[in-house]
């Protein structure tokens, strides 16, 4: 079971470090992702890091804000948010996706925790 927390209220220009773990199980030889999902809007792919933390994926509208990492012996994945902006505000959800995968699609993720919203103010 995957757990995402640390989100909260930010003021735009802010910062946030997410973090997801897993309980029960291990994700630490697949990748994670990020995704997060706005009211009224589709879920959508933020970042992505592979099952060893040496490659990352990043979408374009959070790239050069947002870092993906992971602590393979704490099996937690971590999303530092930086330079936050009001359209950053969603719920934000950590997926495990299937074995050799680490790329965006939605479908490509098996496992989903629960999420943790993240609110941005103008």
């Known amino acids: 079971q995957l757990q995402a927390s640390g989100g909260g209220l930010v003021q735009a220009g802010g910062s946030l470090r997410l973090s997801c773990t897993a309980s029960?199980?291990?994700?630490?030889?697949?990748?994670v992702g990020w995704f997060r999902q706005a009211p009224g809007k589709e879920r959508e792919f933020v970042a992505t890091?592979?099952?060893?933390?040496?490659?990352?994926n990043y979408a374009d509208s959070v790239k050069g804000r947002f870092t993906v990492s992971r602590d393979i012996a704490k099996n937690t994945v971590y999303l530092r948010m930086d330079g936050l902006k009001p359209e950053d505000t969603a719920v934000y959800y950590c997926?495990?996706?299937?074995?050799?995968?680490?790329?965006?699609?939605?479908?490509?993720?098996?496992?989903w925790g629960q999420g943790t919203l993240v609110t941005v103010s103008s």
């Open positions: 997926a495990e996706a299937r074995s050799a995968y680490s790329g965006a699609a939605r479908s490509g993720y098996l496992y």
């Open positions: 029960g199980l291990t994700f630490s030889n697949n990748a």
């Open positions: 890091i592979s099952w060893n933390g040496g490659s990352t």
